[in-house]
């Protein structure tokens, strides 16, 4: 998502600090409202670099398309819960990586919650029925033994 800074702040090294840290553009008050609306479309037009550009996955399987949150199978279109797409976003902008079950536990139940890998066994035999040809020999959702998931396309 692009981000665009607002500020009162107009120095050259609040504007270097800021881009630096991954801001897509500045803009300092006061400022026309034409310009701030023009920037902001400007910004949504610009391709993003990293995994996200990658929006749609497509397998032998099925085809995933994280950016209309689809996921197709055989033609016809699988339905995932909340839970399923967080899981299946997170590892498929992993980019094949390993996540591990901890990160996995934190983004899909919180920081605070107790680890409870049991939850997401859960989660991911969940998404396999709906993924997997065969659920029972994965292709897709791999298991990393003693570490986490990864999606292999």
């Given at each position: ?42 910004a949504t037009r610009r391709p993003r670099s990293g995994p996200e550009t990658e929006a ?98």
């Amino acid at each position: 998502m692009p981000v665009v800074v607002l500020s009162a702040r107009a120095t050259s090294d609040d504007m270097i600090e800021a881009l630096d840290a991954g801001a897509d553009d500045y803009v300092t008050k006061p400022f026309d409202m034409g310009e701030l609306l023009a920037r902001l479309r400007a910004a949504t037009r610009r391709p993003r670099s990293g995994p996200e550009t990658e929006a749609v996955i497509r397998t032998d399987a099925f085809t995933l398309d994280l950016a209309l949150r689809t996921l197709t199978r055989d033609g016809d279109q699988v339905r995932l819960t909340p839970t399923e797409w967080h899981l299946v976003e997170i590892l498929a902008r992993a980019g094949g990586r390993v996540v591990s079950q901890r990160a996995l536990l934190d983004e899909l139940r919180g920081p605070g919650v107790p680890s409870q890998s049991h939850y997401l066994r859960v989660y991911v035999a969940q998404l396999r029925r709906k993924l997997e040809p065969d659920p029972s020999a994965p292709r897709y959702v791999l298991t990393e033994p003693g570490v986490g998931y990864r999606l292999v396309v």
